[in-house]
Protein backbone atom coordinates (compact mmCIF):
# COMPACT_ATOMS: atom_id res chain seq x y z
CA UNK A 1 0.00 0.00 0.00
CA UNK A 2 2.75 2.15 0.74
CA UNK A 3 4.39 1.70 -2.53
CA UNK A 4 1.21 2.50 -4.32
CA UNK A 5 0.98 5.44 -2.15
CA UNK A 6 4.53 6.74 -3.09
CA UNK A 7 3.82 6.32 -6.91
CA UNK A 8 0.90 8.78 -7.18
CA UNK A 9 1.77 12.46 -8.55
CA UNK A 10 0.75 14.76 -5.44
CA UNK A 11 -2.18 16.57 -7.15
CA UNK A 12 -3.80 13.01 -7.17
CA UNK A 13 -2.58 12.36 -2.81
CA UNK A 14 -3.70 16.03 -2.56
CA UNK A 15 -7.44 15.22 -4.32
CA UNK A 16 -7.69 12.23 -1.79
CA UNK A 17 -6.54 14.57 0.62
CA UNK A 18 -9.40 16.76 0.20
CA UNK A 19 -11.67 14.09 0.25
CA UNK A 20 -10.40 13.17 4.19
CA UNK A 21 -7.24 10.80 3.70
CA UNK A 22 -5.24 11.13 5.99
CA UNK A 23 -2.80 8.45 4.60
CA UNK A 24 -2.74 9.47 1.48
CA UNK A 25 -1.67 13.32 3.02
CA UNK A 26 0.55 11.80 5.18
CA UNK A 27 2.78 11.23 2.04
CA UNK A 28 3.13 14.52 1.10
CA UNK A 29 4.09 15.79 4.32
CA UNK A 30 6.91 12.94 3.85
CA UNK A 31 7.70 14.12 0.30
CA UNK A 32 7.59 18.01 1.08
CA UNK A 33 8.20 18.01 4.93
CA UNK A 34 11.63 18.80 4.59
CA UNK A 35 11.27 21.29 2.14
CA UNK A 36 8.57 23.27 3.91
CA UNK A 37 11.04 23.23 7.24
CA UNK A 38 14.15 24.24 5.15
CA UNK A 39 12.31 27.30 3.83
CA UNK A 40 11.89 28.42 7.44
CA UNK A 41 14.62 27.54 8.32
CA UNK A 42 15.70 29.90 5.79
CA UNK A 43 14.04 32.48 6.59
CA UNK A 44 15.74 32.92 9.66
CA UNK A 45 13.56 30.48 12.16
CA UNK A 46 15.23 28.11 14.59
CA UNK A 47 15.07 25.06 14.22
CA UNK A 48 12.13 24.27 17.05
CA UNK A 49 10.40 27.03 15.81
CA UNK A 50 10.05 25.98 12.09
CA UNK A 51 9.62 22.70 12.78
CA UNK A 52 6.14 23.56 14.48
CA UNK A 53 5.33 26.24 11.91
CA UNK A 54 5.68 23.55 9.49
CA UNK A 55 3.49 21.19 11.49
CA UNK A 56 0.95 23.75 11.67
CA UNK A 57 1.14 24.32 8.03
CA UNK A 58 0.69 21.09 7.13
CA UNK A 59 -2.32 20.58 9.45
CA UNK A 60 -4.22 23.70 8.02
CA UNK A 61 -3.29 22.02 4.40
CA UNK A 62 -5.04 19.27 4.79
CA UNK A 63 -8.14 21.32 6.26
CA UNK A 64 -7.95 23.49 3.33
CA UNK A 65 -6.99 20.44 0.42
CA UNK A 66 -9.77 21.00 -1.50
CA UNK A 67 -8.48 24.43 -2.55
CA UNK A 68 -5.36 23.31 -3.81
CA UNK A 69 -6.35 23.12 -7.57
CA UNK A 70 -2.88 21.63 -9.28
CA UNK A 71 -2.32 24.21 -11.03
CA UNK A 72 1.14 24.93 -9.45
CA UNK A 73 3.13 22.43 -7.65
CA UNK A 74 2.10 21.11 -4.06
CA UNK A 75 5.68 22.36 -2.85
CA UNK A 76 5.39 26.17 -3.60
CA UNK A 77 1.19 26.02 -2.40
CA UNK A 78 2.52 24.33 1.32
CA UNK A 79 5.37 26.81 1.30
CA UNK A 80 3.17 29.82 0.98
CA UNK A 81 1.02 28.40 3.43
CA UNK A 82 3.94 27.85 6.29
CA UNK A 83 5.46 31.31 5.17
CA UNK A 84 2.58 33.02 5.87
CA UNK A 85 1.83 31.20 9.14
CA UNK A 86 5.70 32.31 10.04
CA UNK A 87 5.27 35.50 9.41
CA UNK A 88 1.89 35.92 11.73
CA UNK A 89 4.05 34.67 14.23
CA UNK A 90 6.58 36.80 13.89
CA UNK A 91 4.75 39.69 12.99
CA UNK A 92 4.33 41.16 16.58
CA UNK A 93 7.91 41.05 17.31
CA UNK A 94 8.20 43.36 14.55
CA UNK A 95 11.73 41.51 13.67
CA UNK A 96 12.09 42.14 9.65
CA UNK A 97 11.86 46.04 9.92
CA UNK A 98 15.36 45.58 12.17
CA UNK A 99 18.14 47.14 10.11
CA UNK A 100 21.12 45.04 11.07
CA UNK A 101 23.88 44.74 8.93
CA UNK A 102 25.12 41.08 9.57
CA UNK A 103 28.89 40.03 9.88
CA UNK A 104 30.57 40.18 6.29
CA UNK A 105 33.65 38.83 6.89
CA UNK A 106 33.36 34.84 6.13
CA UNK A 107 32.29 33.74 2.58
CA UNK A 108 29.94 31.02 2.63
CA UNK A 109 32.04 28.49 0.74
CA UNK A 110 32.70 24.82 2.15
CA UNK A 111 35.75 22.23 2.23
CA UNK A 112 35.13 21.74 -0.88
CA UNK A 113 34.49 25.20 -2.58
CA UNK A 114 30.61 24.56 -2.83
CA UNK A 115 28.76 27.41 -2.34
CA UNK A 116 26.14 27.03 0.55
CA UNK A 117 23.17 29.22 -0.11
CA UNK A 118 22.20 28.86 3.98
CA UNK A 119 25.51 30.55 4.93
CA UNK A 120 24.91 33.10 2.54
CA UNK A 121 21.51 34.09 3.70
CA UNK A 122 22.70 34.31 6.93
CA UNK A 123 24.87 37.76 6.05
CA UNK A 124 21.62 39.49 5.09
CA UNK A 125 19.27 41.68 7.28
CA UNK A 126 15.98 39.99 8.94
CA UNK A 127 14.04 41.93 6.81
CA UNK A 128 16.30 41.32 3.34
CA UNK A 129 16.32 37.49 3.72
CA UNK A 130 12.57 37.36 4.75
CA UNK A 131 11.59 39.03 1.60
CA UNK A 132 14.25 37.16 -0.42
CA UNK A 133 13.17 34.02 0.92
CA UNK A 134 9.57 34.48 0.48
CA UNK A 135 9.92 35.36 -3.22
CA UNK A 136 12.58 32.86 -4.46
CA UNK A 137 11.97 30.27 -1.86
CA UNK A 138 7.97 30.70 -1.40
CA UNK A 139 7.49 31.80 -4.91
CA UNK A 140 5.10 34.81 -3.80
CA UNK A 141 5.30 37.63 -5.79
CA UNK A 142 6.41 41.22 -4.51
CA UNK A 143 2.90 42.36 -3.82
CA UNK A 144 1.89 38.72 -1.80
CA UNK A 145 4.87 39.74 0.38
CA UNK A 146 4.46 43.02 0.80
CA UNK A 147 0.58 42.48 1.78
CA UNK A 148 1.62 39.25 4.23
CA UNK A 149 4.17 41.72 5.78
CA UNK A 150 2.36 44.94 5.89
CA UNK A 151 4.88 46.65 4.40
CA UNK A 152 4.89 48.67 1.45
CA UNK A 153 5.72 47.52 -1.97
CA UNK A 154 8.42 49.93 -2.88
CA UNK A 155 9.97 48.96 0.43
CA UNK A 156 9.62 44.89 0.07
CA UNK A 157 11.17 45.66 -3.63
CA UNK A 158 14.15 47.59 -1.94
CA UNK A 159 14.80 44.19 0.14
CA UNK A 160 14.64 42.04 -2.29
CA UNK A 161 16.88 43.64 -4.67
CA UNK A 162 19.35 44.73 -1.64
CA UNK A 163 18.98 41.40 -0.45
CA UNK A 164 19.91 39.72 -4.09
CA UNK A 165 23.00 41.95 -4.22
CA UNK A 166 24.68 40.64 -1.27
CA UNK A 167 23.71 37.52 -2.34
CA UNK A 168 25.16 37.45 -5.36
CA UNK A 169 28.33 39.32 -4.14
CA UNK A 170 28.81 36.62 -2.32
CA UNK A 171 28.13 33.48 -4.23
CA UNK A 172 29.21 34.99 -7.40
CA UNK A 173 33.01 35.13 -6.85
CA UNK A 174 33.01 31.89 -5.02
CA UNK A 175 31.46 30.59 -8.43
CA UNK A 176 33.82 32.34 -10.74
CA UNK A 177 36.93 31.27 -8.39
CA UNK A 178 35.77 27.40 -9.20
CA UNK A 179 35.45 27.81 -12.60
CA UNK A 180 32.28 26.22 -12.55
CA UNK A 181 28.37 26.49 -11.53
CA UNK A 182 27.63 27.06 -7.99
CA UNK A 183 26.09 23.80 -6.05
CA UNK A 184 24.78 23.95 -2.95
CA UNK A 185 26.45 22.71 0.19
CA UNK B 1 26.59 36.97 -14.32
CA UNK B 2 23.09 39.37 -15.12
CA UNK B 3 19.83 39.73 -12.82
CA UNK B 4 18.35 37.47 -15.02
CA UNK B 5 20.44 34.51 -15.19
CA UNK B 6 21.22 34.98 -11.43
CA UNK B 7 17.73 34.95 -10.19
CA UNK B 8 16.35 31.80 -11.66
CA UNK B 9 19.81 30.69 -10.18
CA UNK B 10 18.85 31.50 -6.70
CA UNK B 11 15.49 30.04 -6.78
CA UNK B 12 17.13 26.71 -7.70
CA UNK B 13 19.36 26.88 -4.98
CA UNK B 14 16.16 27.23 -2.68
CA UNK B 15 14.50 24.59 -4.41
CA UNK B 16 16.88 22.44 -3.51
CA UNK B 17 16.38 21.83 0.30
CA UNK B 18 19.00 19.55 2.19
CA UNK B 19 17.09 16.17 3.67
CA UNK B 20 16.12 16.18 6.82
CA UNK B 21 17.52 12.84 8.71
CA UNK B 22 14.54 13.11 10.77
CA UNK B 23 11.70 13.59 7.76
CA UNK B 24 9.86 10.27 8.79
CA UNK B 25 9.73 11.72 12.53
CA UNK B 26 8.17 15.21 11.32
CA UNK B 27 5.84 13.02 9.37
CA UNK B 28 4.78 10.91 12.08
CA UNK B 29 4.22 13.62 14.64
CA UNK B 30 1.96 15.67 11.26
CA UNK B 31 0.04 12.60 10.95
CA UNK B 32 -0.67 11.59 14.83
CA UNK B 33 -1.94 15.16 15.22
CA UNK B 34 -3.97 14.85 12.34
CA UNK B 35 -5.41 11.23 13.66
CA UNK B 36 -6.16 13.12 17.59
CA UNK B 37 -8.09 16.31 15.58
CA UNK B 38 -10.18 13.93 13.39
CA UNK B 39 -10.83 12.03 16.97
CA UNK B 40 -11.92 14.81 19.32
CA UNK B 41 -13.91 16.80 16.33
CA UNK B 42 -15.83 13.74 15.95
CA UNK B 43 -16.20 13.21 19.52
CA UNK B 44 -17.35 16.94 19.56
CA UNK B 45 -20.21 16.74 17.12
CA UNK B 46 -21.13 13.26 18.55
CA UNK B 47 -21.75 14.92 21.60
CA UNK B 48 -22.93 18.10 20.25
CA UNK B 49 -25.74 15.87 18.61
CA UNK B 50 -26.46 13.68 21.08
CA UNK B 51 -27.34 16.61 23.58
CA UNK B 52 -29.42 18.45 20.99
CA UNK B 53 -31.25 15.72 20.50
CA UNK B 54 -32.06 15.04 24.16
CA UNK B 55 -32.80 18.55 25.09
CA UNK B 56 -35.47 17.89 22.00
CA UNK B 57 -36.96 14.57 22.97
CA UNK B 58 -37.16 16.01 26.26
CA UNK B 59 -38.43 19.09 25.56
CA UNK B 60 -41.18 16.97 23.57
CA UNK B 61 -42.51 14.66 26.42
CA UNK B 62 -42.80 17.49 28.63
CA UNK B 63 -44.97 19.29 26.66
CA UNK B 64 -46.76 16.11 25.90
CA UNK B 65 -47.16 15.46 29.68
CA UNK B 66 -48.44 18.71 30.95
CA UNK B 67 -50.95 19.72 27.93
CA UNK B 68 -52.19 15.46 27.85
CA UNK B 69 -51.84 15.27 24.63
CA UNK B 70 -53.34 12.33 23.37
CA UNK B 71 -52.13 9.32 21.57
CA UNK B 72 -52.11 9.39 18.03
CA UNK B 73 -51.74 13.25 17.59
CA UNK B 74 -48.80 13.97 15.08
CA UNK B 75 -45.43 14.70 15.93
CA UNK B 76 -45.83 18.52 13.89
CA UNK B 77 -47.99 19.20 16.62
CA UNK B 78 -46.05 18.54 19.59
CA UNK B 79 -42.98 20.29 17.87
CA UNK B 80 -45.64 23.04 17.24
CA UNK B 81 -46.55 23.15 20.59
CA UNK B 82 -43.24 22.64 21.88
CA UNK B 83 -41.84 25.91 19.40
CA UNK B 84 -44.96 27.61 21.55
CA UNK B 85 -43.47 26.83 24.52
CA UNK B 86 -39.99 27.92 23.89
CA UNK B 87 -41.84 31.29 22.58
CA UNK B 88 -43.17 31.93 25.93
CA UNK B 89 -40.80 31.73 28.12
CA UNK B 90 -38.78 34.17 25.58
CA UNK B 91 -41.56 36.19 25.84
CA UNK B 92 -41.91 36.03 29.46
CA UNK B 93 -38.35 36.92 29.59
CA UNK B 94 -38.18 39.47 27.33
CA UNK B 95 -41.20 40.59 29.27
CA UNK B 96 -38.74 40.52 32.66
CA UNK B 97 -36.25 42.26 31.09
CA UNK B 98 -38.51 45.37 30.28
CA UNK B 99 -38.85 44.42 26.12
CA UNK B 100 -42.33 44.47 26.00
CA UNK B 101 -42.46 46.06 22.71
CA UNK B 102 -41.25 42.51 20.99
CA UNK B 103 -44.27 40.35 20.34
CA UNK B 104 -43.62 36.66 19.71
CA UNK B 105 -46.88 35.59 19.18
CA UNK B 106 -47.24 37.85 16.56
CA UNK B 107 -46.73 36.64 13.44
CA UNK B 108 -43.48 38.92 12.18
CA UNK B 109 -42.29 38.10 16.44
CA UNK B 110 -42.36 34.33 16.09
CA UNK B 111 -40.28 34.88 12.63
CA UNK B 112 -38.15 36.85 14.12
CA UNK B 113 -38.11 34.14 17.10
CA UNK B 114 -37.27 31.03 14.49
CA UNK B 115 -34.59 33.42 12.76
CA UNK B 116 -32.45 34.35 15.83
CA UNK B 117 -32.71 30.98 17.09
CA UNK B 118 -31.79 29.84 13.39
CA UNK B 119 -28.64 31.85 13.76
CA UNK B 120 -27.70 31.17 17.73
CA UNK B 121 -27.84 27.22 16.79
CA UNK B 122 -25.60 28.04 13.43
CA UNK B 123 -23.38 29.99 15.32
CA UNK B 124 -23.10 27.18 18.48
CA UNK B 125 -22.20 25.09 15.71
CA UNK B 126 -19.68 26.73 14.06
CA UNK B 127 -18.09 27.45 17.55
CA UNK B 128 -17.85 23.72 18.02
CA UNK B 129 -16.87 22.61 14.90
CA UNK B 130 -13.73 25.61 15.72
CA UNK B 131 -13.13 24.87 18.81
CA UNK B 132 -12.24 21.01 18.01
CA UNK B 133 -10.27 22.38 15.29
CA UNK B 134 -8.05 24.70 17.79
CA UNK B 135 -7.72 21.18 20.00
Known amino acids: MRQALRDLH ?10 GGRREYG ?14 RRMGAEASLADDVAQDAFLQGFQRCAEFRGDGPFAGWIKKIAARLYLKRVRHEARYVAEVEADEAALPVDHAGLVDLDEALKTLNEAERLCVSLCHGAGMSHPEIAAAMNLPLGTVKSHVKRGLDKLRARLQPAADRNGRSIHVG | MSADEFDPMVERLFSRSPAMADADLFAAEVRARLEKRSRVRGFALGLAGVIGGCV ?3 ETMNFSVSTGLHEGQTLT ?6 SLTAQASVQSGLDGLGVTSIDLTSGSGMQMFWI ?7 LLAAGLVRLSQDV
Open chain 2, 116 to 122: VAGALFV
Open chain 2, 77 to 82: QGFRAA
Open chain 1, 10 to 19: DTELAAQAAA
Open chain 1, 27 to 40: ELVRRHGSAVRGLL
Open chain 2, 56 to 58: AVR
